[in-house]
């Protein structure tokens, strides 16, 4: 009996030895694995968790304003809204998309359609809705209590001036992105004062991107770009957009640009180009890359007869000849083996240095070119600003294009062409810039478009006039302002009573390959007034002409409207009625 | 061989052994482990309470950027109507709706007063009715008044009155 119990008892003991083996390999295991997965590779699963729990969601930034100098906004930042539902959360289209369609003022079945799109996780109602249009939407949500509706906020630029100065603002793009670009114009040029710097919010979030409130979080807030204060007057500009576009009208033109600007300082006070284009955002309209450019900055010209102020002015400032002196015009003139002749093929005979601005002769211009030589001459070329950028504040700046001696493609006979603006390209900031240093006393400003850069109202940078060189000596600029007045006095299209007006028009040819167009001109004048103390240098050229191609019956009317209104808005007196017609 | 039950005085087993719980437990280690219990629950109150206080905080911290996004919307929304307002074919449309044309003959009149010398272009801001001060009005000092008052007596007595 005994013996039969200690069997019985030695295949428990067995039993409960292998059982317990067993549980304890099992363990082991269990250990192992645990030790394996939390231990081993800890790091790489936390971070596969907070991907998916984490969220980092950036807030834009709101890009800063730019206005003209007395604070009207040009181009701010609005919002514009998303409106998207996911279908498969929608349990009732039909009755959801009644409530929807007057809302999003779309086709109910349209709308049905859409939210019935159960194959698509997500679909876009309406991407560009008002801020009127998303509250509503939000009510209709809160009404529905879903989820299922989502409004997405993102930031829209609005040029509320629609065209506006929009090759001086230039544009941006958002296309619902946190990251966009700027082009052309002051939006690109500042485009970094501009931009600001986004926020984030960065948290734990369920699958519904609901934030879990408890856990780590951090929230940046976006710091708004800085706000852009123009030189630009908008009531200038508008005026000066208005006589382009009627002087283009009436005289059949191509395109033109108006510039005006204070000769001290060399703000601009307008730019304008024709044509123009409306920089609001517009996803059906077709683009042409061309308009964007600015011609005023970036297009050179050959500016024909109002570069003779240049040569008349270095032919001054050197001594070689005063503005009484005189020279003997026998209608032509061979320069390096070129013939050069007046614009009407006629012969003058003695000539002041006066009339020679007031004929427009070609022949005398290029007899002062001459006798100045080629170091002299295209030293005073340069030493207006020509053959180099001005350093205007706007991008894609043209310097011209001008040959010198020493370049291998210059020519004896350039220095006859060039003493009239011919064989010689220009921008139309560049000549305008030139005029200015007469204007003031001749100093060449620097021209500039931002007067300052603030930050919520507060100025955290601007832009004093900086003194250009001394290219012309005080006296000769006033001798030089003198001539121009006496030349101006005797244009009928210019009559400005107690106000004296100095100017002088072009009429250039076009160059083609070959030569020149024979017809096409480009037809301008630029004029400061009042001449003794002038507030304002304008700048007139208008593109082939079809009606008349001379600048003197084509852009002196333009110039003449402009500077009455410009006298009247900016309150300049009338000072000499002695002058009469001046 | 039965034996005798092992007898221990009571007094012996007290002063020996110690008191026992019905557990078996002895009254220190109950007081250590009550005391822990106490410790325990009053950190794990004070943890839940910094949790609840921190989620409502989150959530305040939600809503309040939830709001600030809002405010941003609807005043930059107000920003750009009133651009639109101000801007020159608003004006524009809304002179010619009243009437007003635009001038094509200038003509100056020459007048005698002065005019602001400070006509530069460069710094210039159109005339603007807020700048111009208004004069003041005229308040009496008290010998003034007394003589007005005066005035009145005599006036009134000459009267008959």
Known sequence: MIESDWQERGSSKTRLVVVWMVTVVGALILAGRLFYWQVLRHSELQDIGQRWQLVDTPIPALRGDIMDRHGFLLALDEYEFEIYATPRDIGDPEGLATDLAPVLDMDQDTLIALLSRTDQPSVSLVWDAPLEVAREVEKVKEQWNTGALGVSAARRRAYPEKDLACHLLGFVTYDHEIDYDAFYGVEESYNSELRGQAGSWGGSAETLDLSISIGSSSIVLPRDGQDVVLTLDRTIQRVAEDELRRTIDEWGAERGTIIIMDPRSGAILAMANYPGYDPNPALERPINEDQFFNPAVSEAYEPGSVFKVITMAAALDTGIVGRYTTYYDQGQIFVGGHLIYNWDRKAYGTVSMTDLLGYSLNVGAATLSTNL?????????????????????????????????????????????NAFGQGIAVTPIQMITAVAAVANNGVLPKPHVVQRIEQDGQVIQEFQPQPGPQVISPWVAEELTEMLVEITAGKDNLQLPGYAVAGKSGTAQIPVTGGYHPSDTIASFVAYAPARDPKFVVLVKIDKPTKSPWGTVVAVPAFQRIAERLLVYLGIPPGDFGIGGT | METDPIFIPRSTIGSRIGRYSAWGLSGKTLGLLLLLLVLGSLIGSFYLNQASQTTAAGLEITQLTREREYWRQENAHLRKRIAEREALPSIRARAEELGFV????????????????????????????????????????????????????????????
């Open chain 2, 102 to 161: 635009q001038p094509e003959v200038v003509e100056y009149l020459v007048v005698e007063s002065p005019v602001d010398p400070d006509t530069s272009a460069g710094g210039l801001t159109p005339p603007h009715p807020a700048q111009r001060d208004l004069p003041k009005p005229h308040t009496p000092g008290s010998q003034e008044w007394w003589r007005e008052l005066v005035a009145q007596f005599v006036s009134w007595m000459s009267s008959g009155h």
């Open chain 1, 373 to 417: 030589g080629p170091e002299r001459f295209y030293d005073y070329v340069q030493r207006f600003g020509f053959g180099q950028p001005t350093g205007i504040d706007l991008p894609y700046e043209s310097k011209g294009l001008m040959r010198v001696p020493g370049d291998g493609n210059w020519r004896e006979g350039d220095l006859g062409t």
